[in-house]
């Protein structure tokens, strides 16, 4: 098993910045793609951004250019930089590991979700 603990999330004024992390611990080898999704109230959970071992990168087109996601190896970390925070990124943003292969989804794991919350 994988067990994902995300930190970072808080309050921020729009325009400002927050740095999520995600740290992986347990069968790390069960996953080749890291990833944060969101979801607000009311809405269905989304894909933010996802990063595979190889370092290939996607984005929402909604964040592209203001959120970036990269990996530290030797911590087993992921992280999601949030610059130019919108009232709209309001969510609870959940760290994910995945096993996939091209789109397909073979395994999945979340973790406990970190409050985003955006004020204008």
């Known amino acids: 098993q994988v067990q994902l603990v995300e930190s970072g999330g808080g309050l921020v004024q729009a325009g400002g910045s927050l740095r999520l992390s995600c740290a992986a611990s347990g069968s790390i080898s069960s996953i080749n793609e890291m990833g944060w999704y969101r979801q607000a109230p009311g809405k269905q959970r989304e894909l933010v951004a996802t990063i595979t071992n190889g370092g290939r990168t996607n984005y929402a087109d909604s964040v592209k250019g203001r959120f970036t996601i990269s990996r530290d190896n030797a911590k087993n970390t992921v992280y999601l930089q949030m610059n130019s925070l919108k009232p709209e990124d309001t969510a609870v943003y959940y760290c994910?590991?995945?096993?996939?292969?091209?789109?397909?989804?073979?395994?999945?794991?979340w973790g406990q979700g970190t409050q985003v919350t955006v004020s204008s």
């Open positions: 994910n590991g995945a096993y996939t292969i091209r789109t397909v989804r073979l395994s999945d794991y």
